[in-house]
């Protein structure tokens, strides 16, 4: 009985660590444009997909990996200055129906640059997986879980620490405010999109070995992610690691004891009923306008 | 400038619309072609299925004019991008019979497609051979319309069977939430209790799920199981393999003829080793038997398929394959395109060789194949081997 709910628990660790990084990229393009970015999970398959092309192409897993966030990166910067910036008259709905198209867009982008076909990728370091208490575990899941435990500790340093981050904490909380005092917005704004393409990017090539990648692997794991958001409470890190977590150790605990046809239904009565309760996600910011 | 520009191509339109004119009179005095219709997933989320099926179609279509025709008579080819959307579908058979009036119609790569035009054909009294999957298509008998795949139901008996054979009678199904998927399932536990095997265990997973290893636990943990079959298609059933072997359950996996591929091994490594599954022929080509009655049809066109598209073969291209060499039998043994005709012959068809296996047509059957259609394959090796 233990050694299953262990292996629940690890498993929704796993899943909830990959929705915890995506949560995150919703968050940062959110704090700085009131934006919802539904091209987050295309940031996940580009970084997965070029990995793959990269590593195919015979670079070094050091090399490739780099090269591969790099790449999404570039995609979400060029993404802000072409489709986002010339519409920043624009109202928010406006905006993320632009991020809607680019979405789609850059998913028939792939497919025609890579192909249809799903992929898989070398784990980083073997197959074997490791037992605790009775339960397995995949080398590459601890990958994925010290990989998520390092980011949140690095974002935590940036937006507490850094100049960049303090400016880019500031616009969300004041845009107009942080502008009087001299913080270049659109620069910020610019900067958000490259940094949360990154993150979607190392997602990607971290749940490669896992889950396979292809063209469209994008669009689920976006929903998910941006559930989980919610969950925490927009625009909160915090609430975006925590509200991941929740989400996927709710879904492995009823595919595991209640039933897996309704695990996704239960996941999300679970969202529903915090919202319920506190309409602003479990860290969101309180006081914001009622609807 | 421009005006010139414009006159020359206005008259460079007229030649060529004579020229066209005169070669379609032309041929019309010597031998009307035989035309072959067909409305294939080309694009969209089926172009699996419909890519192959298309340029199969196209490749033989050229081998048999080559080759003199059929009954001195060319074929010829209409064929439309449907896009699995049954809608379109409709309106390019709607076309298919009413505009270019072809003679029989090979096509429909998906079962929405071909259910939503078994009514234009059935009124337009036209023979259909269909390319998709499903039991329904000839479940009940529709009169014009006839189906080269096997069915999800055979793969479901075949893997069974090989159960009983190795005496596992309790077993646990884990199925995606995909519509090939569903229907298998379903067909499976219609047909479980015929064959005495009892699924004590029936977990799911969704469509863009990323890890099984919750559901698997608990099947590993159900006291009794001794087999699980995964109904399944896409990356589910090799997240599904991998998971298994992750938390080490130790008796024995069942994939479905939804997986039955190379790239199903590359995608899931180690883990598909000893891993079984039903499989057309075509699958194992060249490690058939030189006394395999099929192994000259599937090499065949293996060899013909990849020469020309400079890819794998799959199975989808060898069900449109099946379906031109089916009609175009009929055609002759009706010795004419007369449409009544050319359905009693195909309905009459009996131990044609195809790449999905031996086809016995009937009043009562409108596939003709049967369970040796399929054969039981093992992951061994990174790759594919016959079981015995």
């Known amino acids: 009985m233990s050694a299953q709910f262990m292996q629940y628990l690890l498993t929704g660790l796993t899943v909830g660590a990959i929705y915890a990084l995506l949560a995150l990229g919703f968050s940062i393009i959110f704090n700085a444009s009131h934006v919802i970015n539904f091209a987050q999970g295309e940031f996940v398959m580009i970084g997965g997909m070029a990995a793959v092309s990269l590593t195919a192409a015979g670079l070094p897993y050091l090399l490739a990996v780099p090269l591969a966030i790099a790449a999404a990166a570039l995609v979400g910067l060029a993404l802000e200055k072409f489709a986002v910036e010339p519409a920043r008259g624009a109202s928010v709905v406006t905006l993320i129906i632009i991020t809607i198209g680019a979405s789609i867009f850059l998913r028939g982008l792939a497919m025609l640059v890579w192909d249809k076909n799903l992929h898989p990728l070398k784990p980083f370091t073997g197959d074997t997986p490791i037992a605790i208490g009775g339960a397995t575990i995949l080398p590459q899941s601890l990958w994925v879980l010290g990989v998520t435990l390092a980011i949140v500790l690095a974002l935590s340093w940036f937006f507490g620490r850094t100049l960049l981050g303090k400016a880019m904490l500031a616009t969300s909380h004041n845009r107009l405010a942080a502008e009087l005092v001299g913080i270049n917005v659109r620069m910020v704004l610019f900067l958000s999109f490259g940094l949360s393409a990154a993150l979607g990017a190392i997602a990607g090539i971290l749940i490669a070995p896992i889950t396979l990648t292809s063209y469209d692997v994008g669009v689920m794991l976006g929903l998910k992610g941006f559930a989980a958001a919610i969950l925490g409470g927009l625009g909160s890190g915090m609430g975006a690691v925590v509200g991941g977590l929740v989400l996927g150790i709710a879904e492995t605990m009823s595919a595991g004891y209640l039933s897996s046809a309704y695990k996704d239904a239960i996941a999300f009565v679970i969202i529903l009923a915090v919202l319920f309760f506190m309409p602003s996600g479990l860290f969101g910011k309180r006081g914001g306008e009622r609807v | ?388």
């Not at chain 2, 490749?59 to 379109?88: P, T």
């Not at chain 2, 929405?112 to 269909?130: D, R």
């Not at chain 2, 008996?157 to 190795?166: I, L, W, Y």
């Not at chain 2, 000259?296 to 890819?311: C, G, M, P, Q, T």
């Open chain 2, 1 to 388: 400038m421009k005006t010139t520009q414009a006159k020359t191509s206005i008259k460079r339109s007229l030649a060529v619309l004579a020229a066209s004119c005169a070669l379609f009179t032309g041929q019309a005095v010597a031998q009307e072609p035989i035309k072959v219709g067909a409305f294939l997933s080309v694009t969209g989320g089926a172009a699996f299925l419909g890519d192959p099926e298309n340029k199969t179609l196209e490749l033989y279509v050229e081998k048999v004019n080559a080759a003199g025709g059929v009954l001195g008579r060319k074929l010829q080819l209409v064929s439309y991008d449907s896009a699995g959307d049954a809608e379109k579908a409709r309106t390019f058979v709607k076309r298919l019979i009413e505009q270019d009036k072809v003679d029989l119609i090979v096509g429909g790569s998906t079962t929405g497609e071909t259910m939503a035009v078994v009514p234009l054909v059935e009124a337009a009294q036209i023979p259909f051979i269909s390319l998709a999957g499903a039991v329904v298509i000839i479940e009940p008998v529709k009169k014009w319309v006839f189906k080269t795949p096997h069915t999800d139901r055979m793969a479901c008996e075949k893997v069974f069977v090989d159960m009983q054979a190795r005496k596992l009678s309790k077993i646990a199904l884990i199925s995606g939430a995909g519509g090939f998927d569903k229907s298998m399932r379903a067909e499976c536990l219609k047909v479980a209790a015929k064959h005495k095997i009892e699924v004590i265990a029936d977990e799911t997973y969704g469509a863009g799920d990323t890890d099984m290893t919750a559901q698997l636990t608990k099947i590993k943990n159900t006291a009794g199981v001794q087999a699980v079959l995964n109904p399944g298609f896409g990356q589910g059933p090799a997240i599904v393999t991998k998971n298994y072997r992750q938390i080490g359950i130790a008796f024995p996996l069942y994939q479905s003829h939804g997986v039955a591929s190379k790239e199903f091994i590359n995608l899931s490594g180690a883990a598909a080793e000893g891993v079984r599954l039903p499989a057309a022929a075509l699958l194992i080509a060249e490690s058939l038997p030189a006394s395999d009655p099929q192994r000259s049809v599937v090499v065949n066109y293996k060899k013909d398929y990849e020469a020309r598209f400079k890819s794998d073969v799959s199975t989808f291209g060898g069900h449109a394959y099946d379906g031109l060499m089916l009609a175009i039998e009929a055609v002759k043994k009706a010795g004419g395109t007369d449409k009544a005709k050319v359905r009693d012959a195909l309905e009459g068809v009996r131990g044609y060789m195809g790449t999905a296996g031996v086809v016995n047509m009937s009043a009562t059957d409108h596939m003709g194949l049967d369970l040796t259609a399929f054969r039981m394959l093992e992951g061994k090796g990174g790759n594919w081997t016959e079981v015995k």
